[in-house]
């Protein structure tokens, strides 16, 4: 596809070919240097097992059990690749599809789903892994991720040189948050104060049914510069790729060198959320074209023509991944519903009046049927 | 800068001001942000010399956008930082609302309270000051009507200097209202006034207060009406009539309880606000103690305030915002039932 504006796919950092050939580049092939067999096997591994679950909890929507969900399909690449160059001291602000990255910071996958089965606004604890809540208004958490990387700069965890504490803030958002206030006016605040962070947008390709043409004329990444914040666009279905440039955006925003625009050109293979339909907008020529740049495809296609992806690693990765489809339906099951009176607990965090009032109203409401059977008042 | 201790006769402003000082210097996590409070002082002044004492980390003059201001307040609250942000006018809060109504107010509940977000927004508000478009509105119950925000407003210096304070300790967010009008009365201030009732344990900033006993009529208002509302019950008084005004101070949570306490005792009652009355915080006071005080009640609760248009031009203010007269006129048919 010979495409001009924001859809050209010129200009990309790309270290694997759709094919899986290695490609040399001077400044980011060194940033993958010590990514051993190992390693690259730990990415596929990463690639698949949320790509199971990513389709295990479609399924689970289409079951009922779920009231919506956001698949990351064909997004798993600039996920895994940028999630694995994090260190554990990094902190991440999430949109709402990023579950390759969640994976790669330890949360629970089935804490993802809490979420889209509607018993809770959040689901895991941000603390425990350096992953705040998934974020639903698709830019607003670039300003938290900007402030939280201002309070990082006063807490002196910018520049010390020490590895274990210079930290960085990470902020994903897509090609649609792109058009939104808070993401222009994250880039300026991050850019006067030298924010130690990394703006990582997926781009891919479609904002529900509006394709990136909708919001802009010219590659995302080239609005970096404008704000004097250095930017950079890569294959993001090349997990190589996607490691490198994350890599040195975070060695920047650790160092002191402040904010980075990483534009990783990905496809979003699948649908906005289970409530959407592409067939209305997108022709299935171009979901062809861009399947035969799936990222897990190409890792595999490197492993296997270097030798090492043995088969006894592909049929426990297999068994590995049964087992997490298993292991998630059965947590979804499991979820009971909350209790009606929990959703008057942390409106505030101190007492409140009119809440504690609300509250005991409707508990005492509710006790009043409690004579009358079963559902009387429902 | 050694803190000034004993009591002082001092503007609203000077109080807020103080207030703000006391709150840097005994929690370095306490930051203001906003637009002009550096070298300026901000455009009313209130941060007047704390640039020079804290430092530009600590007193920052932000990009000028208001969305950013209070979205990166919310990140430093993430890390442990207490920002009061200075929105410069009422009428420019309006880029921040998305932040405040979908993240700030609801980060707590989000996150099952894992997560809190001390953040203070102040914001100047009210009219009366002769300005252009956007610069004397009243968006309070805006924010009122969202769930986890407080909204408060004092009408004095010696409120401001305490509730500022306290607001700046709360560990939820708070809206703090100060009316721009009444910057420069001034009144005494105890600079050594306790944040926490010793012998409660309490704050007072969810309490209604009453302000000037009297046995005939609640006179109901806050910010920038009570003083408005004193100088009608002077008026009432000097014709016979005891009115008894009550200072809301917070509209989220609402106190109607103190309200509705004096309302029992006089029977009557006229709530007093700058804010347009449709959907206002009269027509939520009126409600409750329509509830709570039905067969105290010798006429129905009514209101005064602004009217269902635009701020208008300042050549017309005067006869759109809450006069003496029109409170007056307003006691009178209360009376008259």
């Known amino acids: 596809m010979s495409q001009t504006g924001p859809l050209t796919d010129s200009g990309l950092v790309q270290l694997l070919t759709p094919a899986g050939v290695r490609v040399e580049h001077p400044d980011y092939s060194p940033r993958i240097a010590h990514l051993d067999a190992d390693a690259l096997r730990g990415m596929y591994r990463d690639m698949v097992l949320v790509r199971r679950f990513d389709n295990e909890a479609t399924a689970l929507q289409r079951q009922g059990e779920l009231g919506l969900w956001a698949q990351s399909l064909g997004q798993e690449a600039a996920q895994i690749g940028s999630g694995r160059a994090l260190a554990p001291q990094d902190y991440v602000f999430p949109s709402y599809r990023e579950h390759g990255v969640a994976h790669t910071r330890g949360v629970d996958l089935a804490d993802l789903l809490r979420l889209f089965r509607g018993i809770d606004h959040g689901g895991w604890n941000p603390a425990d892994h350096n992953f705040h809540l998934y974020t639903l208004v698709i830019a607003s958490h670039t300003l938290h991720a900007t402030g939280y990387a201002m309070g990082v700069q006063r807490d002196g965890l910018v520049g010390t040189g020490d590895p274990e504490r210079d930290m960085a803030v990470v902020a994903y958002f897509g090609d649609g948050a792109t058009s939104q206030g808070d993401l222009n006016e994250a880039l300026v605040f991050s850019a006067v104060n030298n924010a130690g962070l990394v703006l990582f947008c997926q781009n891919n390709q479609w904002a529900i049914s509006e394709s990136t043409t909708h919001q802009s004329r010219a590659p995302l990444a080239d609005r970096g510069p404008g704000f004097g914040v250095p930017s950079v666009r890569v294959d993001g279905n090349d997990v190589l790729a996607c490691y490198a440039v994350t890599a040195e955006a975070l060695e920047r925003a650790r160092s002191g060198g402040g904010p980075t625009l990483i534009e990783a050109f990905t496809y979003r293979m699948g649908a906005h959320t289970t409530s959407d339909d592409p067939s209305r907008y997108r022709s299935s020529a171009e979901e062809e074209y861009w399947r035969q740049r799936d990222p897990i495809d190409r890792l595999r296609a490197l492993l296997v023509a270097e030798g090492e992806l043995p088969a006894e690693f592909e049929a426990g990765l297999d068994a590995d991944s049964d087992a997490l489809g298993e292991r998630i339906r059965a947590a979804v099951h499991a979820m009971g519903r909350p209790s009606t009176s929990s959703m008057f607990v942390h409106v505030y965090a101190g007492p409140n009046a009119i809440v504690d009032a609300e509250r005991a109203w409707f508990q005492e409401y509710e006790a009043s049927f409690l004579g009358g059977g079963e559902g009387a008042h429902r | ?337």
Request: net charge negative; aromatic share 8%; with cysteine.
């Open chain 2, 1 to 337: 800068m050694s803190t000034t201790t004993g009591t002082q006769r001092i503007t609203l402003a000077k109080a807020i001001n103080l207030g703000l000082r006391r709150a840097l210097e005994s929690d370095p996590k306490v930051l203001l942000m906003g637009e002009d409070i550096g070298a300026l002082g901000g455009v009313f002044r209130v941060t007047d010399g704390l640039y020079k004492d804290f430092g530009a980390d600590r007193v920052v003059d932000t990009p000028l956008a208001e969305s950013g201001i209070v979205g990166t307040a919310i990140g430093l609250a993430l890390r442990g930082y207490r920002s009061v942000c200075e929105i410069q006018f009422d009428g420019f809060i309006y880029p921040a609302f998305d932040q405040i109504t979908t993240q700030l107010s609801r980060m707590h509940y989000r996150s099952q309270g894992r997560l809190s977000l001390p953040v203070v927004i102040r914001v100047p508000y009210g009219g009366g000051i002769g300005a252009i478009e956007h610069h004397s509105e009243s968006p309070e119950v805006l924010f009122a009507h969202t769930a986890g925000l407080r909204v408060v407003s004092p009408s004095t210096p010696a409120d401001a200097y305490v509730m500022i304070q306290q607001a700046v300790a709360s560990p939820d967010p708070v809206l703090f209202f100060e009316p721009k009008g009444r910057y420069w009365d001034k009144g005494d201030v105890d600079l050594d006034a306790p944040l926490v009732d010793a012998s409660t344990g309490e704050t007072g900033l969810d309490r209604a207060v009453v302000v000037r006993p009297g046995t005939d009529l609640t006179l109901v208002g806050y910010g920038p009406t009570v003083g408005t509302c004193l100088k009608v019950a002077d008026a009432a008084a000097a014709e016979g009539t005891s009115i008894e005004v009550v200072d809301l101070r917070t509209l989220s949570p609402l106190d109607a309880a103190t309200v509705a306490e004096s309302v029992r005792r006089t029977g009557r009652c006229v709530v007093v606000h700058e804010a347009p009355v449709l959907y206002g915080t009269g027509a939520e006071v009126a409600a409750r103690i329509t509830e709570e005080c039905f067969y105290h009640l010798q006429a129905p609760v009514l209101r005064v305030g602004g009217f269902h248009v635009p701020y208008p031009v300042s050549k017309l203010e005067h006869e759109y915002l809450p006069s003496l007269d029109r409170i007056l006129d307003a006691v009178d048919r209360s009376l008259a039932y």
